[in-house]
């Protein structure tokens, strides 16, 4: 490798500009070559930055002399891609979510250690500077144990022609919530609706329960009048608003309930605190741009990224868990019922056949 890291990004449809611009403007990474099957998008590409070379099918761009690939393409491809690019000798990361399943993503994780690459799924909200502040609230136990979070992420659209809006939107939250916790819930329960289109859900109520005694409640829709970005953390010390479309995003509560020894037998009086309400400074950056150079220094320094493949992989395997309530509705899932290496156990044929086909066509 050089000193400079050499990119090539697959897939620039939504967030694939976005990508190219980054890696751009980003100190050590150079993109030098895009690839899209369809020429419009090529071609706007190359006229914003000519410098990179442009091809309509991923083998080509994997030909090319790059270190690195970013792919950011519909879910299903994700397997098909970030093998043929680890195969290739390519570092990866992919964006959100890491596979389409719990197997494919163990599959790549496996791969990716057997041919020591870097393999990252690309959960932008883990480098946002007021998650990350949270993050340092809870681990400073300036909230106390965490009673709840409560979580609205809901818009009007964009409805994906793919997926659900399970795994298009609870990726962000899930991956929040066990980088905030430190753990992946146990249990599951969800309900949905198709609205618009009956066999894809476009709105989801899901709870989530964590063995260390927090419970969640995230609401995921494509079906809001408004768009809504807000998250309650509840502690037994205070409390926090985060709301991603604030010019204040995170707002610290000294507030609370305790309940004092009874005086006399069966006397019981609450008492409510509320203090100050404080607005610490958050700093300013732009998460896609600490997460890409987050994805150079794990190539570079050799260090595990904060969007960790193993993340990548629990947050899949929670959104399996989803679907599986929401099939049995509203039915309390287990997410680790069955123990991933009994499922990758009993589909490691199919995944092998498809490993043996794309070596044969490389």
Same mark, same amino acid.
């Given at each position: ?60 761009? /994997? ?67 007021? *998650? ?10 300036? /909230? ?32 929040? /919530? ?134 990548? /992989?629990?947050? *899949? ?46």
């Amino acid at each position: 490798m050089t000193d400079s890291l050499r990119v090539g990004v697959i897939g620039l449809g939504y967030w694939g500009p976005n990508l190219v611009r980054v890696l751009t403007e980003m100190d050590g990474a150079d993109v030098v070559a895009v690839c899209d099957p369809r020429r419009e998008r090529l071609e706007m590409i190359s006229r914003r930055f000519p410098a990179a070379r442009s091809y309509e099918k991923p083998q080509e761009l /994997l030909d090319d002399a790059i270190d690195a690939v970013v792919i950011a393409t519909p879910i299903s491809t994700h397997f098909e891609l970030g093998l043929a690019a680890l195969e290739a000798g390519k570092h990866v990361l992919i964006e959100k979510p890491l596979a389409a399943s719990s197997i494919e993503a163990g599959s790549l994780i496996s791969r990716a250690g057997e041919l020591g690459l870097v393999l990252m799924p690309g959960h932008t909200f883990l480098y946002s500077p007021p *998650v990350v502040c949270i993050h340092d609230l809870i681990a400073a136990d300036e /909230l106390g144990d965490i009673y709840f979070i409560s979580t609205s992420r809901v818009n009007l659209g964009l409805h994906q022609p793919d997926v659900s809006v399970v795994w298009d939107l609870a990726p962000h939250d899930f991956s929040i /919530l066990r980088y905030w916790l430190g753990e992946t819930p146990k249990y599951v329960r969800a309900l949905g609706r198709g609205c618009v289109i009956p066999t894809i859900p476009d709105v989801a109520f899901i709870s989530l329960e964590f063995d260390s005694g927090p419970i969640a409640h995230a609401e995921l829709s494509w079906l809001s009048p408004s768009k809504l970005r807000r998250t309650t953390i509840v502690g037994t010390r205070k409390m926090v608003v985060y709301d991603d479309t604030s010019n204040e995003p995170v707002r610290i509560f000294d507030a609370g309930v305790e309940l004092p020894e009874p005086e006399t037998f069966g006397q019981y009086k609450l008492t409510y605190r509320t203090g100050d309400v404080i607005s610490p400074r958050v700093d300013v950056a732009e998460p896609l741009m600490v997460e890409l150079a987050d994805f150079r220094a794990a190539i570079v320094d050799g260090r595990t990224s904060k969007s960790s493949a193993f993340l990548g /992989l629990e947050v *899949v395997k929670m959104i399996e868990a989803v679907d599986e309530s929401l099939a049995t509705f509203g039915a309390r899932v287990e997410v680790n019922g069955l123990p991933f290496s009994s499922r990758l156990d009993a589909t490691a044929g199919s995944i092998q056949s498809r490993v043996d086909e794309r070596e044969a066509a490389i």
